[in-house]
């Protein structure tokens, strides 16, 4: 099997056009079905680079994004060193729930990068960074119908609380998952490199 380095870390702007390609394609990939087609269809790389690089520009304390970069290329089909594989970010919790300080606001992957760490990762690097601006807890919201929510109950997320929301046109449920403690998770990215 060929060796693959998957690197994370912080975001710069020089990274928006990588990383709007991987938002469009994962919104594509993972919400057929649970959100409107027409919006899905509309998405633009352009417009996603620009709130990306807006996002990667205000980075403090806190809050920012990061990304999962293919150092190899051996993940994409177009097998370029330094891809963008997967992308997140995080900031203050802006639900009017008093227990959380931070939220995990976004986290896609390609889908030739699923299921190898790359997720736990940027989730531990997320909890990493919010812990060293002193945010000890932090929370996510899901669509209910989305299964990746199983992923945040596998890394210990607590649900705990939903809520129904318009989205494009359309009614939809989702459920926030949850951790007081954002330790445990931090600590998930101490493993080896991955391969
Ligand atoms: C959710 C997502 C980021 C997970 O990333 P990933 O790199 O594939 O997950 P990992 O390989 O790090 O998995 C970590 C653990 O979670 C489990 N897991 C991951 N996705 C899962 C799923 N959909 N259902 C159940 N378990 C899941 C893995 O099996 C693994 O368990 P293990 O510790 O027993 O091996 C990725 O699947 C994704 O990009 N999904 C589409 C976008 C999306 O829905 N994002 C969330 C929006 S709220």
Redesign the pocket.
Known sequence: MTETTVAVREAHATDAAGIARVHVQ?WR???PGLIPDSFLVGLSEPAAAARWRALAEARGPGHGAMVAVDATGHLTPDRTPGTIV?IASFGAWRTAMEDYAGE?H?????DE???????????AAMAERMLAANVGSAA????SD??????????GGVRIAERPIRFAGASLLEVAYGWRDLAPLARLSAGPELR
């Open positions: 994962s990939s993972t919400y997967g995990f976004a986290l896609y992957l390609l990068a699923k299921g190898l760490g790359i997720g736990r990762r940027l989730m996510v919201w899901c669509l989305n299964p990746s929510r199983w992923f945040y109950e596998r890394l």
